[in-house]
């Protein structure tokens, strides 16, 4: 008889504690979009989870940046995944890379821009009131917008040095057909966050900083 | 009976919140970046080469502006056939640098004569001369300093020795002798900007090399000179 209620009272929380987790399911998600790839790079590296279901979580070694990498570019492209079940707006914020001698690495020499934004796969929303916006200036392949300034230093039209607190960079109306709690590998929006460093004869040194990509309730965009 | 129905129930609970927890949500995600800068440094032809005074001889092979340094000289005649009172010819030299730099020579001498008076390292004057720091790019307010005497056909930089007769280069590292072995010839502060390799721009100076041509003993005789940049 007491193992009969032990065994109810244990069936009983594990369905409330399952059930939490459904009502708490989260209606907006973002994730790896899928492995990303670095071209141009000496010494250079980027893992990722190459699932569209893993968490993101991107770790870029950009390798030598000074005159010894002899490729015109070092560029990162980082696939992100984006669910939601209501408008949504997309933030990053940095950390680091606040050198302080101005010849040395600077977020500005570090190009970042977004590009092809389109649907993860057949659960994804397709919404014909509201358009997905990369908002200014991050609307570019930072590769190609690359120029070199009047005092010969390179800069993009849009760097890591347009972020300042918890920037937004993209919004939208809803990204996903279903509802579901769970990652699926086609429901919702993918975009490439694309990275840059020209290799240049910056100060000589170790450089680093952290990005959080944060998503979250946006705009009241109509699908 | 009821207990393995219970068990089962309880296994696939367990799997239904495993699921629920492997697939969780997140509504953050990070990217995480570093870069490595080296210290780099690097020299060229600064330029085509200038050779005066020389009677016969050339330039075998000239100085080609931001391409390798492989220059070959041939200062012609160095007897008292060659009136006059220097062969000199001056290198352009072009170096670029995102760290402090030190510029070295290394200078080897060798005469086909036999005697005290051919020609040796002593003989072949040289000097660094005007520092350039100039262009978009360049780190215009650094400093730099010339180990050098400089033009070595400089009045202050050479006379005739009164008891031998000869010509000497006299002043501080005026001649080959003091590069038997490298030896710094200048040094300085970073020369280049956060600027991309492709600016051409950078920092230039002359190394000039002189003869007093002198009844040295006939032969042939070649100098060979090695500049060697570098970022301690």
Redesign the interface.
């Known amino acids: 008889m007491r193992l009969r209620h032990f065994t109810y009272s244990l069936l009983s929380a594990l369905f409330l504690l399952a059930l939490a987790g459904t009502i708490s399911a989260q209606a907006l998600d973002i994730s790896s979009g899928g492995l990303p790839t670095i071209t141009g790079a000496v010494n250079g590296s980027v893992t990722g989870d190459a699932s569209v279901q893993g968490d993101l979580a991107v770790t870029v070694n950009f390798g030598e940046v000074s005159p010894l990498n002899t490729s015109s570019i070092v560029k990162v492209v980082v696939p992100i995944a984006l669910r939601s079940n209501q408008p949504y707006q997309v933030a990053v914020s940095i950390s680091g890379l606040t050198n302080a001698n101005a010849q040395a690495l600077q977020r500005s020499d570090v190009g970042f821009g977004l590009q092809n934004i389109q649907l993860l796969g057949g659960a994804g929303k397709i919404c014909t009131q509201s358009t997905h916006v990369i908002q200014s200036p991050f609307n570019n392949d930072p590769a190609l917008s690359a120029a070199v300034g009047s005092n010969g230093r390179v800069t993009y039209s849009s760097s890591l040095a347009n972020l300042s607190g918890s920037t937004v960079i993209l919004t939208g109306p809803i990204l996903s057909k279903n509802n579901s709690s769970k990652r699926q590998t086609s429901d919702g929006y993918i975009f490439d966050a694309i990275f840059t460093v020209t290799p240049q004869f910056f100060a000589a040194g170790v450089s680093s900083a952290t990005l959080i990509f944060t998503i979250s309730p946006g705009p009241n965009l109509p699908c | 009976m009821p207990r393995l129905i ?1 068990r089962t ?2 296994l696939i ?2 799997l ?2 495993a ?3 492997c ?1 969780a ?16 440094v ?1 020299i060229n032809s600064g330029g085509a080469v200038t050779l005066t005074g020389n009677s016969g001889g050339g330039v075998t092979t000239d100085g080609v502006l931001n391409s390798p340094l492989a220059v070959s000289i041939n200062l012609g005649e160095l007897g008292p056939s060659n009136t006059n009172s220097f062969v000199t010819a001056s290198v352009p030299l072009k170096l ?4 402090s730099y030190v510029l070295a020579m290394s200078a080897t001498v060798t005469s086909s004569g036999t005697t005290a008076s051919r020609i040796g390292a002593a003989d072949v004057g040289f000097g660094l001369g005007t520092i350039s720091r100039t262009g ?2 360049v ?1 215009t307010s650094g400093t730099d300093t010339n180990a050098t005497s400089g033009d070595p056909t400089l009045a202050a930089n050479g006379s005739v020795n009164g008891t031998t007769g000869r010509y000497e280069f006299t002043a501080v590292r005026s001649n080959l002798s003091a590069f038997s072995s490298a030896t710094t010839a200048l040094s300085g502060a ?1 020369i ?8 051409s ?1 950078g920092l230039t100076v002359p190394a000039l090399f002189a003869v007093k041509p002198q009844f040295f003993e006939n032969g042939t005789t070649t100098v060979s000179v090695t500049f060697t940049v570098t ?1 301690p």
Do not use: W
């Open positions: 219970t129930i309880l609970a367990s239904i919140i699921a629920v927890t697939s949500q997140s509504t953050t995600g990070t990217v995480t970046m570093s870069a490595t800068v080296s210290k780099f690097e670029r640098s995102n760290a978009t790019g780190n970073i280049m900007n956060a600027v991309p390799r492709s600016n721009n970022a």
